[in-house]
């Protein structure tokens, strides 16, 4: 049996998988929203639900790995020691991610922890679009570029859009968005990144939950000059009180801003939208043209009314957006007409499969030693 762990900014996904001849199968799966409760009384209260029995592998998406950590790899002590260094990086997700790795560790004991990185996919990206203007020996010194994230998601959009729609040749031009509590965009090329919002850390790009996404970096000292914000609170600023939240100040759930007539929400459910159809602009000049654009996340598969207003005033480009299929589609489907030049898919993302796959490659490894780590 292979566990995989999914831990993001606000909840957190736990799946199992049985592995037979023909590959692996889904068994159980469910979805907690993070308030408090203990790791190991969720994983304790999973486990007996669903009968899982010895637990051979568990699965961790891990958002940030670094310039170190490129592939999925065995977790040992040494790696999660890198990874706790890499927390300043992604505050509301690598210590998050650290913390069910001791957890399932405590409660189930497998004989193999697997990290499966978010910024694997962004690796490859072209240097000028993972490169900061900034002095270059100083970017090297201290690894700051960017990295990218929503990896595992990204790749799992193009996959998936590639496959229903039977796509000849290497894969075409893929714009992809995978919108959830965190927010992010790709541009893809026949299977490969060519850019991504997301940089240095999970806050770059877009508006989300509770996230800026783009600011003048000047704001920052700015309001430690001016309004006497240490470095730590205007962090917590831009991460936890700022995006969506901020604007509104009702809400990071863009279904109660939706259904709002505060100027505030409105103005923050603008904002979004304003700010994913200027990258969607950006990208469509980037890859010269693209043959779709494709909706993952919570958001991006649930809320048709965002989707329409995202995809507002595209017919210039050729992408015209058929309001009755994209209200009433199912699983993975095309919200575009049949006219348009580039079409329009939603795309739920399954991570866990992802995960569990990666653990499956990772045993299968020759140099793979059987551990279940120890204190980090």
């Not at 003048?216 to 700015?222: C, G, N, S, V």
């Not at 095309?334 to 992802?354: D, G, L, Q």
């Amino acid at each position: 049996m292979i566990l995989t762990v999914n831990t993001g900014s606000s909840s957190v996904r736990l799946a199992a998988f049985a592995r037979h001849e023909r590959g692996l199968a889904e068994v159980a799966s469910v979805r907690h929203e993070l308030r408090g409760e203990e790791p190991g009384a969720m994983l304790h209260a999973f486990a007996q639900a669903h009968g899982l029995g010895r637990v051979e592998a568990a699965a961790h998406r891990v958002v940030h790995g670094g310039e170190r950590f490129t592939a999925s790899r065995a977790l040992d002590p040494e790696t999660e020691r890198e990874l706790g260094r890499l927390a300043s990086l992604a505050p509301l997700h690598n210590p998050v991610a650290l913390r069910w790795v001791r957890a399932v560790r405590a409660a189930l004991n497998p004989a193999l922890q697997v990290a499966v990185f978010d910024t694997a996919f962004f690796a490859a990206l072209p240097e000028a679009a993972r490169t900061y203007a900034i002095p270059y020996a100083l970017a090297g010194a201290h690894g700051v570029r960017r990295y990218g994230f929503h990896g595992l998601a990204h790749e799992d959009m193009w996959r998936t859009w590639r496959a229903r729609t039977q796509r000849p040749g290497r894969g075409g031009r893929v714009i992809s968005l995978q919108l959830g509590a965190g927010c992010s965009i790709a541009a893809i090329e026949d299977g490969m990144p060519r850019d991504t919002s997301m940089g240095f850390s999970p806050l770059e790009g877009l508006v989300m939950a509770t996230r800026s996404g783009d600011v003048d970096p000047f704001l920052a000292t700015y309001l430690q000059r001016r309004a006497g914000f240490t470095p730590e609170e205007v962090e917590r600023m831009l991460n936890e009180r700022s995006g969506l939240l901020g604007v509104s100040g009702i809400s990071a759930d863009l279904r109660e801003l939706l259904a709002s007539r505060d100027p505030r929400a409105c103005l923050a459910v603008d904002l979004y939208c304003h700010r994913i159809r200027k990258y969607v602009g950006a990208y469509l000049a980037l890859l010269g043209g693209a043959d779709a654009v494709v909706f993952g996340g919570g958001v991006g598969e649930n809320l048709p009314e965002v989707r329409a207003r995202i995809l507002a005033r595209m017919a210039w480009c050729g992408l015209e957006i058929d309001p009755g299929g994209n209200e009433n589609g199912a699983g993975a489907f095309c919200i575009s007409t049949a006219a348009s030049r580039i079409e329009a898919w939603v795309v739920p993302v399954n991570e866990a499969a992802i995960l569990a796959r990666e653990a499956a490659r990772v045993m299968a490894q020759p140099d793979t030693r059987a551990t279940s780590g120890g204190d980090a």
